[in-house]
Each structure stands twice: as C-alpha cells, then as structure tokens.
T-cell receptor
Framework: EAEVAQSPRYKITEKSQAVAFWCDPI?????LYWYRQILGQGPELLVQ????????DSQLPKDRFSAERLKGVDSTLKIQPAELGDSAMYLC?????????????FGPGTRLTVL | AQSVAQPEDQVNVAEGNPLTVKCTYS??????LFWYVQYPNRGLQFLLK??????LVKGSYGFEAEFNKSQTSFHLKKPSALVSDSALYFC???????????????FGTGTQLKVEL
C-alpha cells in the first residue's frame, strides 16, 4: 500500500537554528499539505500545494517558515530561525486532487523539539 | 468559519463492549466529515468519511459513523471494542474555500480512547 514518506522522524535543534523537513507524497497525488500538530491539539494547516503552486498559506508564519514543491512532487518545509514555540509534530498529507470528497493521507510525521 | 467539537477528552470502555466517540460540527453549507485515528508518535490514519448519501458510513477496522443532520453530529461507533483500538481519535470537517481551491481539513481536539480488559 502506497504511503506518504517523511524525514527525519525526529529532530532536536537549538533555538535560532535552521531546520528542514522533507515529504514525498503518494505517487500521482497532485495535492500536498503541511500541518502542524501541537501536543494535545488537532493538526492545523500550514500550507497547501496544488502541483507546484501554493493554494493556501494563510496560516504559515512567513517571517520564519517557508515551503516549496519545485517539481510538483516532493516538498520541503523550512524553519529559520527556530523558536521554542515551534516544538510540535509536523505532518505531511497528500490527496489525489483538491476535490471536496478526496481523502487526505498522512505521513508518519516529524517530531521537532526546540531547546 | 467551520468547526468541529469533540466534547470528551477521554473515553474508557471495556473490551467487547460497544464504543462511541462523539463529534459535532458547525458548517454553513453541506458538511464533508472525516474520522482519523492516531497512534503514539505516528501520523493520522484515515478511518472513514461522509460525503453524501447513506447516513451510516462504514469504515476500516470495523468502525462506522452515523451522520445526523438535525443534531449536527457525526459520532464514531464500533459494536465490540478491542484493546488494540486504544488510540487518539480525531473528527474533521472539510472547509472548502471558494477562492483559490483550498480545501483544508479543520480538526477537533481529539478524544483519547482507552479500551481495557
């Protein structure tokens, strides 16, 4: 069964350092999402791509976060500089298209700890 | 804005007994509703979804959910709980943004299910 791949699974960094997360969606999925899940809460969307284009980044803290999906396949989410409040699980998801009925499939996530 | 509420932080049930995890929603149009399960330090796994049609939706691992429009609810159910069902369950609603094509999921805060022997 095809899965969304993410790396690394765990990342520990110090405040003010740069971090990057990678996501490879299910083959053929045009839509890719990055969510942030703070402990004890549900995931919240950071950015959505349709192919290589950003569709929604209204909740992305653009002063320190950036995301790209240059060839419309895999994607990278970067934080620079990291802050203590960025400690969370970062989840990547993909769906075949952006249709309302399409199911989003999630990867295993990257657990970020900022010291 | 569209939202979902999961009124119970934790649900405890004995193995073999039926389980219910509650979810209520608030939308302006027709709801598209989803249930996901999350095991410790793992991503979310899709269980089932309601788009339209039959109010009783069947999903993975023996789970089902009942859509009730008048009560704006979408409760997750299973006739006979297993210890292995112990996990964190999230209800989510599709929030369709009319401009730009975005269709993010808005999640509830989650319900921890504990199934005991």
């Amino acid at each position: 069964e095809a899965e969304v791949a993410q790396s690394p699974r765990y990342k520990i960094t110090e405040k003010s350092q740069a971090v990057a997360f990678w996501c490879d969606p299910i083959s053929g999925h045009a839509t890719l999402y990055w969510y942030r899940q703070i402990l004890g809460q549900g995931p919240e969307l950071l950015v959505q791509f349709q192919d290589e284009s950003v569709v929604d980044d209204s909740q992305l803290p653009k002063d320190r976060f950036s995301a790209e999906r240059l060839k419309g396949v895999d994607s990278t989410l970067k934080i620079q500089p990291a802050e203590l409040g960025d400690s969370a699980m970062y989840l990547c998801a993909s769906s075949f298209s952006s249709g309302r009925s399409d199911t989003q499939y999630f990867g295993p996530g990257t657990r970020l700890t900022v010291l | 804005a569209q939202s979902v509420a999961q009124p119970e932080d934790q649900v405890n049930v004995a193995e073999g007994n039926p389980l219910t995890v509650k979810c209520t929603y608030s939308v302006s149009g027709n709801p598209y509703l989803f249930w996901y399960v999350q095991y410790p330090n793992r991503g979310l796994q899709f269980l089932l979804k309601y788009i339209t049609g039959d109010n009783l939706v069947k999903g993975s691992y023996g789970f089902e959910a009942e859509f009730n429009k008048s009560q704006t609810s979408f409760h997750l159910k299973k006739p006979s709980a297993l210890v292995s069902d112990s996990a964190l369950y999230f209800c989510a609603v599709r929030d369709f943004i009319l401009t730009g094509g975005g269709n993010k999921l808005t999640f509830g805060t989650g319900t921890q299910l504990k199934v005991e022997l």
